[in-house]
């Protein structure tokens, strides 16, 4: 049972464009949600999280909006540039974590 | 120190042979873990480590080995592999197993069984 859904599988944006990639989740008792960013040959890394008392969270170009009632949450990525061209993992996370399939996002010089 | 850092990078073994994966991590982290990661997949726990325990063995094949030496190191012992254990596998942790943050994660071995 795929219990985070994200979407799209892939993601074409041109340069400063925004990028939005929507994840849902179906088990309430979730309480972190956390994204990571991979770029080819590299493990994941941390990008940005929030917890589900907190509507949204912004930091630099990369903004969490969190919809508990709806049980949805999407990465924004403002002015996107090349270097943002990676794959990312919406996750949530009960004592473990459980990924989304993932994004691959492409950014269009 | 900030990094896990795993090591080899890069590994490449016959189906009949043994060797290991390591990890090391100076956070003071008290949970660490091992994930298996195919192409254009999420990477998918296979053990976890709290307080150097073994807590969570995700049904893997005994061809794989755990073994947490200490607080900052964690190996993966291998034997016996087969072509579709080719993979990259990598190490994360965190300051404690069931505390909700963000895992660290290194930047994994990519390993190909011949």
């Known amino acids: 049972q795929q219990q985070v859904k994200q979407s799209p599988q892939s993601l074409i944006v041109q340069k400063g464009g925004i990028s939005i990639i929507n994840c849902a989740y179906e088990?309430?008792?979730?309480?972190?949600f956390p994204w990571y960013q991979q770029f080819p040959g590299k493990g994941p890394a941390l990008l940005i999280a929030i917890r589900p008392d907190v509507s949204e969270k912004k930091e630099g170009r990369f903004t969490i909006s969190f919809n508990k009632s709806a049980k949805q949450f999407s990465l924004h990525i403002m002015d996107s540039q090349p270097g943002d061209s990676a794959t990312y993992f919406c996750?949530?996370?009960?004592?473990?974590?459980?990924f989304g399939k993932g994004t691959r996002l492409h950014i269009l010089p | 120190d900030t990094e896990v850092t795993q090591t080899p990078k890069h590994l490449v073994m016959g189906m009949t042979n043994k060797k290991s994966l390591k990890c090391e991590q100076h956070?003071?982290?008290?949970?660490m873990y091992w994930y298996k990661q195919k192409a254009k997949k999420p990477p998918e726990l296979m053990f976890v480590?709290?307080?150097?325990?073994?807590?969570i063995n995700e049904s893997v094949p005994s061809r794989f080995s755990p073994e947490c030496p200490n607080s900052s190191l964690l190996n993966l012992h291998l034997h016996a592999l087969q072509p579709e254990d080719s993979a990259l596998y990598l190490c994360?942790?965190?300051?404690?197993?069931?505390?909700?943050?963000?895992?660290?994660f290194g930047s994994g071995t990519r390993l190909t069984v011949v």
């Open positions: 996750a949530a996370m009960r004592d473990k974590i459980i």
């Open positions: 088990n309430t008792a979730f309480d972190y």
């Open positions: 480590y709290s307080y150097e325990k073994l807590s």
């Open positions: 956070m003071g982290h008290r949970a």
């Open positions: 994360a942790s965190s300051q404690a197993f069931q505390v909700n943050y963000g895992y660290t």
